[in-house]
């Protein structure tokens, strides 16, 4: 497949290979986009440790251990949802990077504070570099905000494994 999202899933799963780099993923808004994105690649096996769904506030706090009161301080969609979901997958797995997705992808579910589109990205790898970012996407569908939402987890990845760990 010659599509962006299937393009930076390539990048990530060739990265990961040459590094002998495991990934996990922990995934709201998206769904599993990007763990479906990488295992669409003949040996994905190799790279792709696991794969977390958490879309309920309870899975989130049941699967990667992000404490209930952290969701009830911060909402479900917040920055420190998405490092805490990174980090939590990356506890819960043999993987050396991790990224945490939450966000509004829409038609319903956003407030005045929190628009359709805003979406948090967050990833870290086992010797503790992080990325994080906020992203406003606007209205543009719930299948357009999901897959840029992919496309930017998978380039968050490709850009910490290509970050060289200074001693």
Known sequence: MNTPLYQAAQQLFDLAIA???????????????VSMAITDIPGSSEVLDRSFITYSNT??????????????????????????????ALNSSKADI??????????????????????????????????????RFGNIGRGAVREQTSIEALNMMCRLINVPVVA
Request: negative net charge; glycine residues 14%.
């Open 19 to 33: 590094h002998g780099i495991m990934i996990t993923t922990a995934e709201s808004c998206t769904g599993g986009m």
């Open 59 to 88: 899975s989130k706090t049941e699967m990667l251990g992000i404490s209930e009161r952290l969701i009830a301080e911060e909402g479900a969609v917040a920055a420190s949802i998405a490092a805490a979901m990174a980090q939590g």
């Open 98 to 135: 991790a990224v945490g997705i939450t966000g509004i992808a829409g038609p319903i579910g956003s407030t005045e504070l929190k628009p359709i589109g805003l979406v948090y990205v967050a990833a870290v790898t086992r010797d503790g570099r992080m990325d994080s970012k906020e992203f």
